[in-house]
């Protein structure tokens, strides 16, 4: 009986170098098979959530507050991958505004997962445009690098933009750290930014500064899907807007003295 090593024992080194790169090349195709079932996996279940956050977004857009905050984006305006709806970049935007100017906010999150920015201009914007916001948060266009046109991307931000009041906010795309997507995210930027100067919007540097939390953010920093962020993401996405925000909020809702006044009105 032959013994089950001699053979391999036997070959030339470079016929033993190619076999072990065959069986190299297999076993990471296999690991590689069994972390794309994994995403997928992961994906599906943050998919459920989907109807859960959409839901606690309409609920709590009918509670009143002084001032009206209205955020159009997708998936991740949503605080999808957040623990809860609430600690989403979103939610985190509404408290500190509660915080600096002492005033009640009421959220009307048009977000809707999976848009890209032509969608947005189709089922986000007509609902925008009947309404009148006191502070505007935009980030969108993640989708859109997935199935990247950049006339199609153009064409959508144009439109998004001239809807918008002077005082918005609006994001950038976040980096995607791989050099495939980033190439067309840069491109994606510069339009975007391109845009926003035609209509004097403020642009929040939300690239630069997932960039700066480096790839191993990704073990981090982002659900189990590696795709959304999770909670201390999140807290990421927040900080980029916190510069922007809180100088417009000191410039234009400087806050209110509660001891002068027992009345609160209410946005409806």
């Given at each position: 009986m032959t013994h089950p090593t001699r053979g391999i024992r036997s070959l030339t080194l470079p016929a033993a170098a190619t076999l072990a790169t065959t069986v190299?090349?297999?076993?990471?195709?296999?690991?590689?098979?069994?972390?794309?079932r994994h995403l997928a996996e992961q994906a599906a279940i943050l998919n459920d959530t989907l109807p859960v956050n959409s839901q606690w977004w309409r609920d709590h857009s009918k509670v009143k507050g002084e001032l009206l905050y209205v955020a159009i984006g997708d998936s991740a305006?949503?605080?999808?991958?957040?623990?809860?709806p609430n600690r989403g970049y979103v939610g985190l935007l509404a408290d500190h505004m509660r915080l600096v100017t002492g005033r009640t906010v009421r959220v009307i999150n048009l977000s809707v997962s999976g848009a890209t920015v032509e969608l947005a201009v189709r089922d986000q914007l007509p609902r925008f445009?009947?309404?009148?916001?006191?502070?505007?948060?935009?980030?969108?266009?993640?989708?859109?690098?997935?199935?990247?046109?950049?006339?199609?991307f153009a064409a959508g931000i144009r439109r998004l933009f001239k809807a918008l009041p002077e005082h918005s906010?609006?994001?950038?795309?976040?980096?995607?750290?791989?050099?495939?997507n980033e190439r067309k995210v840069a491109i994606a930027n510069r339009l975007l930014r391109?845009?926003?100067?035609?209509?004097?919007?403020?642009?929040?540097?939300?690239?630069?500064?997932?960039?700066?939390?480096?790839?191993?953010?990704?073990?981090?920093?982002?659900?189990?899907?590696?795709?959304?962020?999770n909670d201390r993401g999140y807290r990421v996405w927040a900080e980029a807007f916190l510069p922007s925000?809180?100088?417009?909020?000191?410039?234009?809702?400087?806050?209110i003295d509660r001891s002068a006044s027992s009345t609160v009105g209410g946005r409806g």
């Open positions: 190299g090349l297999g076993i990471a195709a296999l690991n590689y098979r069994s972390f794309r305006a949503q605080g999808i991958g957040a623990s809860v445009e009947k309404l009148t916001p006191d502070v505007v948060t935009v980030a969108i266009g993640a989708n859109d690098i997935a199935q990247w046109d950049a006339a199609v906010l609006v994001a950038d795309l976040p980096c995607f750290h791989l050099p495939h391109q845009r926003a100067a035609v209509h004097d919007l403020s642009v929040v540097p939300l690239h630069a500064i997932t960039k700066r939390q480096g790839l191993r953010s990704v073990a981090t920093q982002f659900a189990n899907d590696m795709f959304h962020p925000l809180t100088a417009d909020l000191a410039q234009r809702f400087p806050p």
